[in-house]
C-alpha cells in the first residue's frame, strides 16, 4: 500500500468512505469535484544547501521524498499538497537508523547552521513539522525518525517499556501485544502517527479520564539536544525538583529529539461495559456528563456528541445528544461502574435505547452498536477529510478545554462565531462539538465544522473561521489546544495565553539546550 | 496553645505518647532523657541587617520570633533547636498580610540583596527554609506567609477554589467544609504545613494512587517571582506547551512565592470501604499490593506495612505485615472495588482477620480498627519524634519510589546499609519500611530508623545513617526523595539524579525569574 502524498494515509480508502460525504453534502447542495496534482507535475525549489558528506549514508534530497515531508495534515497542509504547493520543501531528509545517525546530524547541522525539523508520522494539524529555517540559517533538514521503530526492552514486573521514538501506532501495539501488553493510546491519528510525536505534543489518547494524555503514560525519556543527552531517570514517580518529562512533554521539538522512552504499559482490556445514552436537552446531556467525570468512577470512554456531531456520526438522527460510554479493564467487571454511570444519566433524562453491552475476553471492542459504528467513524475520520477536500467541502476541527462553569458560554460563543464566519466566507456550513476527553474540573470540546469550499480559495476561507475559532475560545475561557499542540497555526493564541514569565524560561531553556536555535525553529515559542 | 519553639507541633502534647516511647524504648534499654534549653538562655547572632523602613510595618527582628523562623522540622533541625543552635537565624521575619507586602518584599530586598526566605508551616525535614545567605549577600530575610490564609474563590460548578497559599492544613479544610468541600491532601505534617509549601516540595497526600502528590490537584498558580507575576491559566487541562504548573510544583521557593492557587478539590466522602490484610510472607503481601496496584482499582489508601512496621505501629505483634487497605467516594458504595481486592490479595495468602468494614454517610473515618490505628499514629508521627529526642532516642524516617522491578534489591540493600550504619554509630537499631504510595510502575517505600542517641553526638549519627540510606537508595535504583522534597539535605543525591541538562536548564529558569539570587539559595538546584 502507498501512503497518499498530499492526504492522510494510504491511497484509494476514499471511495469507502462516499456515504459520510454524500451525508456531509446535503448541507451544501452541487459541490464542484476535482483532483490532486500529479506527482510528475510537481515543481520543488532548489535546495540551498547540498548534503553533507557526513551524512550522505543515510540522505535523501529526490523531489518525491522532500515533497513527501514538506506538510503535516492539516486542512490547509493538504489543501496545499493537493494543488500542488511544495514551496518549503526541505533542502533534504535525512533517515537515521540508529541513535549515532541522530547524534551526528544534529552534530554537523549545529556547526552548519542548518535548521533540523523532527519528522515522526507526519500527522501534525498545526503546523509543527514546516522545513522554514530561520533569517540566520543556512537551510533546513528534516529528519524522518520512522527507521527508529523497535521495542526494546519490556519490564513485564513494572509494567513498562522501553520503545523508540519513530515508531508508528498499529507497529507499537502489534509489537507490544506479542507480550500481552498495550499501551491503549490511540489519538485519532494512531495510523500515522509516532511515539515521539505524541509525547512532544502531549498527545491527547484513548482514555477519557485520568491517563488522557500521553503525558501520564511516560516513566522517562531519552532527548538528544544540540548540547549532549537529556535521560531522565527511570522512575514510577519523585518529588525532587521539577518533573524533567513534563518540561519535555510539549516541547514540539524545539528542545531536541526524542529518542525513546519507557513507557507505561499495561494487560490488554478483557472486561468491558459500555452504552450510548441519549438525550433531548444537550444541557442536561452536559450536566450528566459532568457528574460522571466528577464521580470517580474513572470511565475509558466518555464522549458526549451534540445533536449535530450525532447526526454527522449516526449515532442518532433525532436531535438527540449522545453520551458514549465505555468502561475497561484487565482485571474485573465493569459492570457495576457502568450501572452506576446510567443511574447518574436517568437523574438528568438521559435514555439508553439498545441497554448496556457487556463483553468478557479478549478480542473485539465494545459490543455495543453505537460504540463501534462511533469507532469506525473516529478512526476514518482524517481519511474523511480527504474526501471532503476531493469534493469541495471545506471541514476542520479544533479543540479546547476550559471549565465546567466555563463551558455554556463558551460552547454558545464559539459555535455562534464560527457559523457566522462560515455564513459570511461560505455561505453557511454547519459546526458540531463532542467531548473528547473529561476531568472533574471541564470538559476538553472538539469542534468539527464544515461549509462548501471555494476552489483555490480555500486556505483564506479556513482562515477566516481558524481565526474566529480561535478568538472565541480565548476570550470564552478556553486554551488554544487540548491536545493538538501549538505548532505555527497556534503561535498567536498560545502567545496570549502562555504567561510572559513562562515563555521567558522556556526560552531560556531553549537557549540551553539548543543555543545555536537549530531545533525545529518558529515553532511553538512566543517570539522565536 | 503554644507552638513548641524546637518541636513539633502545640506544647504539653507529649505525654500522651509515652507508651509509643516505651515501645520503642525496649529495643534500646537504659535511656538518657534531658530537657530543652529554655527560651530564656537562647542565643542569637546580631542581625547583619537592619530591618528596611519599608518593610517595618510587618517586619520582626526579635530574638523568639527570629528563633522560631530559623529551622524546618527535619530530625537535626529539631535536635538544634533542643540544643539551642540558633546560630542562622534570620537577621529579621517578614509578616505580609497580602500580595502587595510580599511585593514589597520582593523588591526591596532584590535591591538591597537580601535572601528572602519562603515560610509556609515550617515543617521542612529537608533544610528548605534556612536563612542562609549566598557570598554576595548582605542577610537574609525569613518571610512567614502564614497570615495569607484565606479561601478567596469557589467554583462549585468546576470543583474549584481559589486558596491563599500560607492556609495550614486544618484551616483550609474547615473552610473548604462549610461549602461541603475538601481538599483530601493529608501529609503527615498536615496540621503544620501550608498548601504554597506542599506546592514547591510537591507534597504526597492522602491518596495513595492516581492524585498521589498536590501536582495532580493544582489546576492554576499565582506566583510572584523578583521579575514579575507568572500567573499560570485557569484551565482543567491543556496541550499548549509543557505545562507550567509543573515547573513551579517542586521549585521549593527559588524560582519565587507562590500567592495563591487553584485547587481541584471535592465533596467530603460519603461511602468507605476498608479493610487490613495480613500476610505471613512479605513478599506475597508485595506482589498482592503490585496486583492492586496495577488492578484499576484505586484504592485511596493501600499501605503496605512491613512485619517491623506494623509491630512499631501496634498493627500487628506476630511477625505478620499488614496492608491497610480504603476505598472512599462521595459518589457510590466502593463494596465491589474492596472485594476484588480482597479477593487478589487472598490469591497471595492475605488473610483479613477482622473482615471488611463498610460505612456510609457523613462523618468519622473508616470503621476498621486497625485503619483507626493506623491513622492516629499516623498524624501522631511527627510529635513522637519530639518524644523520642528527649528521650534520647535517633529516630528518622525517609521514602523513596522505585520500579516494582527494582524493589526487592532496594528493600534489602537499604534495610542492609542503613543496619550496618545504625550498628556502628549506635550499637543497634532497628529499620522499618512502608508504602505511603503506590504506582503501576513501582511503590514509594517510606523507611523509620530508630537507634540509641549518645547525647551531643546526635548530629554525627545521624549523618553516617543518612549518608549509608541515601547511598543505598541511589544505587538501587530509587529517587533521593518521592515526596519530601530535595531541600539543602538531599541535593547531593539530587545532583545524581538529576540530569546534567536539566539541572541546566532549571538553572537558566532560576537566572531568567530571579536574576539576583535572592530566591532561597542554596536549595534544590545543584550547584547553586
Known amino acids: 500500500m502507498q501512503r497518499s502524498r498530499w492526504g492522510w494515509g494510504y491511497e484509494g480508502q476514499l471511495d469507502a468512505l462516499s456515504g459520510a460525504v454524500k451525508r456531509a453534502s446535503q ?31 543515510f540522505a535523501d534530497a529526490s523531489p ?16 496545499r499538497g493537493f494543488y500542488g504547493d511544495y514551496s518549503i520543501a526541505p533542502d533534504f531528509v535525512v533517515q537515521p537508523t540508529n541513535d549515532e545517525q541522530v547524534h551526528q546530524v ?63 501506532g498499529p507497529a507499537l501495539e502489534k509489537q507490544l501485544a506479542t507480550h500481552g501488553l498495550t499501551l491503549r493510546h490511540f489519538p485519532q491519528s494512531f495510523e500515522f502517527s509516532t511515539l515521539g510525536g505524541w ?49 519535555i512533554c510539549g516541547s514540539e521539538g524545539t528542545f531536541g529529539v526524542v529518542l525513546d522512552a519507557w513507557m507505561r504499559v499495561r494487560p490488554r482490556p478483557r472486561f468491558r461495559a459500555g452504552a450510548s445514552v441519549h438525550f433531548k436537552d444537550y444541557w442536561q446531556a452536559v450536566a450528566a456528563t459532568r457528574a460522571i467525570a466528577q464521580s470517580g468512577l474513572f470511565p475509558a470512554n466518555c464522549r458526549l456528541l451534540d445533536m449535530r456531531e450525532a447526526f454527522l456520526n449516526q449515532v442518532a438522527a433525532d436531535g438527540s445528544s449522545v453520551l458514549v460510554l465505555g468502561f475497561e479493564s484487565a482485571d474485573h467487571s465493569m ?72 463551558f455554556p458560554a463558551l460552547y454558545e460563543g464559539v459555535t455562534q462565531a464560527v457559523q457566522a464566519a462560515l455564513t459570511e466566507v461560505c ?47 480565548g476570550k470564552f475561557g478556553g486554551t488554544i489546544t487540548h491536545h493538538h499542540a501549538v505548532g505555527r497555526m497556534h503561535k498567536a493564541g498560545y502567545a496570549k495565553e502562555c504567561p510572559p514569565l513562562l515563555a521567558e524560561s522556556l526560552r531560556a531553556v531553549k537557549q540551553r539546550l539548543d543555543p545555536h536555535g537549530i531545533m525545529n525553529p518558529g515553532v511553538l515559542l512566543p517570539g522565536e
Open 427 to 473: 455561505g453557511g456550513g454547519v459546526i458540531s462539538c463532542r467531548f473528547t476527553h473529561v476531568y472533574p474540573d471541564g470538559p476538553a470540546p472538539y469542534f468539527t465544522f464544515l461549509g462548501k469550499a471555494k476552489r483555490g480559495g480555500e486556505l483564506e476561507q479556513w482562515l477566516a473561521i481558524k481565526n474566529a475559532a480561535s478568538e472565541a475560545l
Open 335 to 406: 459492570e457495576a461502574g457502568l450501572a452506576r454511570a446510567l443511574e447518574i444519566t436517568r437523574d438528568f433524562g438521559g435514555v439508553c435505547p439498545k441497554g448496556p453491552s457487556l463483553r468478557e475476553g479478549e478480542g473485539g471492542e465494545r459490543g455495543d452498536d453505537s460504540g463501534e459504528q462511533w469507532r469506525a467513524s473516529f478512526l476514518s475520520g482524517p481519511y474523511l477529510q480527504d474526501a471532503m477536500i476531493q469534493a469541495g467541502i471545506l471541514a476542520d476541527t479544533f479543540e479546547t478545554a476550559c471549565t465546567w462553569q466555563a
Open 27 to 57: 448541507f451544501f447542495g452541487q459541490l464542484q469535484s476535482a483532483m490532486p496534482v500529479a506527482d510528475a507535475d510537481l515543481e520543488l525549489p532548489t535546495p540551498r544547501t547540498p548534503i553533507p558528506a557526513a551524512l550522505s549514508a
Open 64 to 79: 518525491l521524498t522532500r515533497a513527501r515531508f514538506t506538510w503535516g495534515k492539516s486542512y490547509t497542509d493538504r489543501v
Open 106 to 168: 544534529l552534530d554537523v547541522c549545529d556547526r552548519l547552521q542548518l535548521a533540523v525539523i523532527p519528522f515522526g508520522g507526519g500527522s501534525s494539524v498545526t503546523g509543527g513539522v514546516e522545513a522554514r529555517p530561520s533569517a540566520r540559517q543556512r537551510g533546513a533538514v528534516t529528519m524522518d525518525l520512522s527507521r527508529l521503530d523497535q521495542l526494546l526492552e519490556v519490564d513485564s514486573v513494572s509494567l513498562t517499556a522501553r520503545i523508540q521514538a519513530g515508531i508508528f
Open 199 to 247: 509525547i512532544v505534543t502531549r498527545a491527547g489518547g484513548h482514555f477519557a479520564t485520568v491517563y488522557t494524555h500521553i503525558d501520564e503514560l511516560v516513566q522517562s525519556v531519552r532527548m538528544l539536544t544540540p548540547q549532549g543527552l537529556l535521560e531522565t531517570p527511570h522512575l514510577p514517580a519523585s518529588g525532587a525538583g521539577p518533573d524533567g518529562n513534563r518540561l
